[in-house]
């Protein structure tokens, strides 16, 4: 380093202590992260190959939302993906990464997050044990020392480091989950990332990635996010799913389900997303619930069933105790009446 490094054998550096430096690590202030090249499924080059791509992980996604991940993918822009819990959206990140044969980095946004977590943070305890090393070896040069430990050994990478230092040729699929989550400070910082994915760490310079990673935000629309964040993405509301939709879903994600029962399932919930409920069941509630009546040996819905597994489908007692008795027992006529006359 600057100051503190005299020339080394083979072209290599030495450090204020008499060991080899690390090797240099930026042009300028400016570096790009180290990878190596391996072969990955080629990007969808049409909307057709976009929906087919996700339905070979059985993502039974529309044509809108196939447009927009096709858009995403074809401009390099990030994915903004805002519906309610549940209705799919986290599982879009898993499918490209799971498709396109890319390594999956998750940030779960939590309230308070920084920096320190999201991002990078310096090891501490090793920067000290370092220091009274270099102490103890008699080492008097105070820069030297600043420039040993705050060098690339010394850094812990979070998920949006570790993004941006995706293998050239295969950049990973960067999911940050829930951001309706984080403080709107957090959000603030983002757009660097978001804008040039890039990130500053003032004691090594800026890290750019070599090769943007595929971006999606999910929001479960808590709060409303900045439209900063929403105008460097491309925007997509995941709904609730049609009937039909649903039921090809659930012969997807539950095959073991009998044909009458996925059919009853989906008009039971169907009708349960019409009422004024706390919280409506999402596709996610959809599939557990088929699966637990399969776990349960039953071939077609009835009343006791559907009361005593009503927490399976909805999640707050109000909601359960408005549905459990006498209304369980409506809606269920109307479904076996709907079915029937089809």
Known sequence: MAGAESPGPAGSSINSRGTPADPPLSLGRVFYCPGYNRAVPALPQSIDDTQSLLASADY????????????????????????????????????????????????????????????????????????????????????????????????????????????????PVLLIDELDRTDEPFEAYLLEVLSDFQVTIPEIGTVKAAEPPIVVLTSNRTREIHDAIKRRCFYHWVDYPDAARELEILKRKAPEAAEKLSREVVAFVQRLRKMDLFKLPGVAETIDWSKALVALDKLALDAQTVNDTLGTLLKYQDDIGRIRGSEAERLLAEVRAELAAA
């Open 60 to 171: 039974v996604a529309e044509r809108s939302l196939a447009t927009a991940v096709f858009l995403s993918l074809k401009m390099r822009r990030p994915l903004f993906l805002e519906g309610e819990a549940g209705v799919g959206k986290t599982e879009i990140a898993k499918v490209l990464a799971a498709t396109l044969g890319r390594r999956l980095v998750r940030l779960q946004c939590y309230e308070g997050l920084d920096i320190a977590s999201a991002v990078y943070e310096w090891n501490y305890s090793r920067q000290m044990i370092e220091i009274r090393l270099a102490e103890a070896e008699g080492v008097k040069s105070r820069e030297g020392i600043s420039q040993d430990i705050f060098s690339e050994k010394f850094l812990i990478r979070r998920p949006l480091l570790q993004a941006l230092e995706g293998d050239t040729g295969a950049a």
